[in-house]
């Protein structure tokens, strides 16, 4: 799958740049990776998702998220309000948005949303409708993500003074224990429908495990041990086949059938993920 991200600065507009990938591939899944919420209002997100699912045949998953970079907000002249009005945005956004893709007539009144007798058009090919990602790591985002999404997303890092200050400290197994216990909770009797992802950080290659997690827990990692690093969902290092036991491993603890990394480890996750697939 191709996911996008969605921030004002030097990459692609998301959903030109998925359109693009759809036409030039006919199996290939995209997504948005994911859309801060606080830049459309839902019925416009709605009536974009629904239209590149029609354009991609039906291969698009809607990703959404509450926006953290504060810089972001202030050079559009946005409000960058507390996460928690973020996230209670958000909850109300992915609420609209969901019953607009399923085809609904919306009438909705909320805090921060007001939308009277509307519709979409065209509806998305998957039905009822695409996926919904929600992904992040603040409690209150989880929740909204385990009471409304198909796939909760973990990333394990809370940011810190407006998106400028990364905080590695929930990598820590111990925490995605707790973490995964609130997300059940939370689903309910959804939890056997619902699909686990975790955001891999960093994906190293080496014959020396040890060595990798020692050096990478200094500096803005110094609040993890090499022990934390090397069992965190959120790292990924070792040689191939480690890498393939910590997934099989991560999935078998936690329930993370999905996983997700950054462009710059795409070429060193490629040959875990052909062994996992059989090839």
Same mark, same amino acid.
């Given at each position: ?32 990776? +994911? ?22 045949? /039906? ?19 946005? !409000?960058?309000?507390? /996460? ?39 509806? $998305?090919?998957?039905? $009822? ?15 909204? %993500? ?11 890092? %809370?940011?810190?003074?407006? /998106? ?9 197994? %111990? ?7 609130? +997300? ?12 686990? !992802? ?36 959120? *790292? ?20 993370? !059938? ?5 462009? !710059?480890?795409?070429? %060193?996750?490629?040959? *875990? +993920? ?6």
């Amino acid at each position: 799958m191709l996911l996008v991200p969605d921030h004002l600065t030097d990459l692609l507009a998301p959903f030109p740049a998925l359109a693009a990938a759809a036409a030039a591939t006919t199996r290939l899944r995209i997504g948005t990776g +994911v859309l801060n919420n606080d830049f459309r209002h839902p019925v416009l997100t709605a009536r974009e998702a629904a239209t590149l699912d029609v354009l991609s045949d /039906g291969r698009f998953e809607l990703g959404l998220g509450a926006g953290h970079m504060r810089s972001e907000y202030e050079q559009t002249g946005l !409000s960058f309000d507390p /996460g928690s009005a973020r996230v209670e945005r958000l909850g109300e956004a992915v609420v609209i948005v969901k019953r607009l893709l399923e085809g609904e007539r919306v009438t909705f009144a909320g805090r921060h949303y007001h939308v009277t007798d509307h519709t979409i058009h065209p509806r $998305p090919v998957q039905r $009822p409708r695409p996926p919904i990602f929600i992904g992040g790591n603040a409690p209150r985002l989880i929740e909204v %993500a385990a009471k409304e999404a198909d796939v909760v997303g973990l990333t394990g890092i %809370a940011f810190r003074r407006g /998106g400028t200050d990364p905080d590695m400290s929930d990598f820590r197994a %111990a925490i995605v224990d707790q973490c995964m216990a609130f +997300v059940r909770a939370a689903v309910g009797a959804r939890v056997e429908r619902l699909e686990l !992802s975790a955001l891999v950080q960093r994906v190293i290659v080496t014959d020396d495990r040890r060595k990798a997690a020692e050096e990478l827990a200094t500096g803005r990692w110094g609040a993890l041990t090499p022990d934390d690093v090397l069992a965190t969902p959120y *790292v990924l290092v070792g040689t191939i086949d480690e890498m393939v036991d910590q997934l099989r491993a991560g999935r078998e603890r936690w329930g993370f !059938s999905y996983v997700m990394t950054h462009e !710059s480890f795409m070429d %060193a996750l490629a040959p *875990v +993920v052909a062994r996992l697939a059989g090839r």
